[in-house]
């Protein structure tokens, strides 16, 4: 990322291991190096300069919790922290039977009947909070002396962004609104906020402001301001804005850089899974891994760069609660597929398992849509097959299927980019297919066997909108056949001659009273 004479980073990449994440980290301005690394659970274990600067080091418990940052070189900000092993709560920390921080040793936090804070006490600042319904904050109160208090309102665009921020006086009992700074936005990231043009790095940090002079932003991993405090009330780590608290508005919730956390549990309930134990933790940050992944609604975490379709896959286990990808079974590839245990073990319970899951997810994403929580968004719900054929194969026989993703009320999704991933379970036979992605709201799923044995396997799809910084995590949806049938899992069945889905062979009649394959050109 460059802009001359002004920021020029450079992001490196481990050499063999296609995981996303970096390695390296070079200022080209300041000279700074950073080089880091990851312990076996993906979580950051140590961050540190290639001079003498600044080391870092970071230790953590099984279920996430970050309990010490260590300096190891140079000069850099420590901390030690023990946390209830049954609950993920800091024990030297205040809560409330929510679960809620009511006071972490600094501030006094009160909250509302929705668990969102409704006043910060003590600290740096004392304030006041108010919510629109779909949570996010519209009205604060800072008082910034003794008697004196100022007033703004938050006005946000239809995709979420915060486009106006206004100042609220009261002249006599007559209220007026003076626009104190509205946002500019290109391609989902804000570019000016008010006269100031700012940048952003991977994470959606703002690392520069314009000016006379000009003013640069650095931070510590897990978000705290180096080389200090700059001016605060403005977006600062990784799409958050920085309160006088120096608590970060993280839009559905308030994280705290100084302990690498958030202050309540994740209010997006579907983000837990029984199958991934870190996700129990309710309080934690983005998988304890701040260098690559970035949580913009303080809901779930999403990878930033990298192998952003495996990624899919194994949230795919997270979000909806069903088993995530085998390690080193997603991606497009030409690897030998290897068999699900569970799925051979008993095919028909895991597909019910699957089946109400999934039919789960759908309702909450569709509760949320009634309920306006996601402003003017429609999540995506099922996979309209558009066309279903046969086609020669040069490895054996070919069944192609082209999909449209739809919503609720069966209307295209065409919003923002898309992203549409498979899971393949294998039950017996071979398959060298992996588990393919595709972008964009059409595609055409081929499924060819290539082996001599017969296969037997299953199938899920997930889908992921993208829109600017607002990304939803990966949805699972339902399969639409053309006779109206709806299915959350594919039982496929290739034999010699003939692919059969859920007991379809996808053959129609010939004219002389014989079924045969159906090749006919696909119409839409």
């Known amino acids: 990322m460059t802009i001359p004479s002004t920021i020029d980073f450079e992001y490196t990449f481990h050499a063999t291991q296609n995981n996303g994440r970096i390695t390296k980290y070079k200022d080209h301005i300041s000279g700074e190096e950073v080089n880091y690394t990851y312990d076996s659970l993906s979580r950051l274990a140590t961050a540190a300069t290639t001079s003498t600067a600044w ?29 209830d092993a049954s609950t993920n709560r800091i024990t030297s920390h205040t809560y409330d039977s929510n679960g809620n921080t009511t006071n972490d040793g600094t501030r006094a936090m009160t909250y509302d009947i ?38 703004n309102v938050y006005f946000y665009g239809a995709g979420g962004q915060r486009f106006g921020t206004y100042t609220l006086t009261d002249t006599s009992g007559t209220l007026a609104l003076a626009v104190k700074e509205t946002n500019v936005y290109f391609a989902g990231k804000v570019i000016k ?74 209010p997006y309930h579907a983000s837990a899974a029984g199958n991934h134990p870190e996700t129990w933790n309710r309080y ?48 497009n590839g030409s690897a030998i597929v290897k068999i699900d245990p569970e799925w051979k073990k008993n095919p028909e319970k895991k597909v019910k398992e699957v089946d109400a899951a999934i039919a789960a997810a759908l ?14 968004f429609r999540f995506p719900h099922h996979l309209q097959v558009m ?35 498979e899971q393949n379970y294998l039950v017996s036979g071979e398959i060298t297919s992996g588990n393919a992605s595709w ?22 799809f997930t889908a992921q909108i993208v829109r600017g910084l607002f990304v939803t995590p ?24 003939v692919i059969f889905i859920n007991g379809n062979d996808g053959k129609v009649p010939d004219g002389r009273g014989n079924r045969v394959a159906n090749t006919a050109p696909c119409k839409f």
């Open 55 to 83: 080391g870092l080091s970071f230790g953590y418990d099984g279920f996430g919790n970050k309990l010490s940052q260590t300096v190891t070189k140079g000069s850099a900000p420590a901390m030690s922290i023990t946390v």
């Open 114 to 151: 929705s668990n969102r804070i409704a006043n910060v006490s003590g600290g740096p600042s004392n304030e006041w909070y108010g919510y629109g319904g779909d949570n996010k904050r519209v009205w604060k109160k800072r008082q910034t002396g003794g008697s004196t208090y100022e007033e």
């Open 193 to 266: 906020q008010g006269s100031t043009w700012v940048a952003m790095d991977r994470l959606g940090s703002v690392r520069y402001r314009s000016g006379s002079p000009g003013a640069s932003s650095d931070y510590w991993p897990y978000g705290e301001e180096k080389p200090s405090t700059t001016t605060q009330d403005r977006d600062k780590f990784a799409t958050y804005m920085r309160d006088h608290t120096n608590l970060d508005y993280a839009d559905q919730r308030y994280f705290t850089s100084a302990m690498g956390r958030f202050l309540t549990p994740d």
């Open 284 to 331: 934690a940050y983005v998988a304890s891994d701040p260098i690559n992944n970035i949580d913009p609604s303080g809901e779930f975490f999403i990878p930033v760069f990298g192998d952003i379709f495996g990624w899919i896959g194994r949230i795919f286990g997270i979000i909806s609660g069903l088993p995530p990808l085998p390690s080193g079974a997603d991606g």
């Open 363 to 376: 309702a909450a994403n569709y509760a949320k849509e009634e309920e306006g929580e996601v402003a003017d």
């Open 387 to 421: 066309c279903d054929r046969y086609s020669g194969s040069a490895g054996g026989v070919r069944r192609e299927r082209t999909y449209q993703l739809r919503d609720q009320k069966s209307e295209p999704m065409t919003v923002g980019g898309i992203v549409i991933k």
């Open 439 to 460: 972008i964009g709201p059409m595609f055409t799923d081929n499924l060819s066997k290539g082996f001599s044995k017969p296969v037997t396997q299953y199938q899920t």
């Open 474 to 497: 990966p949805t699972p949806v339902m399969i639409r056949e053309q006779n109206g049938l709806d299915y959350g899992v594919l039982g496929i069945r290739m034999e010699a001659d």
